[in-house]
């Protein structure tokens, strides 16, 4: 396997089975677009493409998801970060050496 190379179902190289969160999340997608565009496109005036109404109706679309996300994800327990200390240097005999005959 290339070391790029996905091993998730979502990938668009993958297998045609996809997996049931890939599936949701794609339709989540295409849901807040389509919606995005359904509210630009239903304010328009005539023989335009949108209004400044249709984008304030998208921008206040936006806020309500992101809020909504927000709140979920608060409810997210917090996982504690694992950190490595630095490992020493490699001792050999030749540092060993150069260390003990090193002038004071």
Same mark, same amino acid.
């Given at each position: 396997?290339?070391?790029?190379?996905?091993?998730? !179902?979502?990938?668009?190289?993958?297998?045609?089975?996809?997996?049931?969160?890939?599936?949701?999340?794609?339709?989540?997608?295409?849901?807040?677009?389509?919606?995005?565009?359904?509210?630009?496109?239903?304010?328009?005036?005539?023989?335009?493409?949108?209004?400044?109404?249709?984008?304030?109706?998208?921008?206040?679309?936006?806020?309500?998801?992101?809020?909504?996300?927000?709140?979920?994800?608060?409810?997210?327990?917090?996982?504690?970060?694992?950190?490595?200390?630095?490992?020493?240097?490699?001792?050999?005999?030749?540092?060993?050496? !150069?260390? !003990?005959?090193?002038?004071?």
């Amino acid at each position: 396997m290339h070391p790029h190379q996905s091993t998730s !179902s979502c990938h668009p190289i993958a297998s045609a089975a996809r997996s049931p969160a890939c599936t949701c999340s794609a339709s989540a997608a295409f849901l807040a677009q389509w919606l995005t565009g359904l509210l630009v496109g239903l304010s328009a005036e005539p023989g335009r493409i949108g209004s400044p109404l249709g984008y304030r109706l998208v921008f206040g679309f936006l806020a309500i998801v992101l809020l909504g996300a927000l709140l979920i994800y608060r409810r997210a327990p917090e996982r504690a970060i694992a950190t490595a200390t630095p490992a020493a240097p490699p001792t050999t005999e030749r540092s060993r050496a !150069s260390q !003990s005959t090193a002038p004071p």
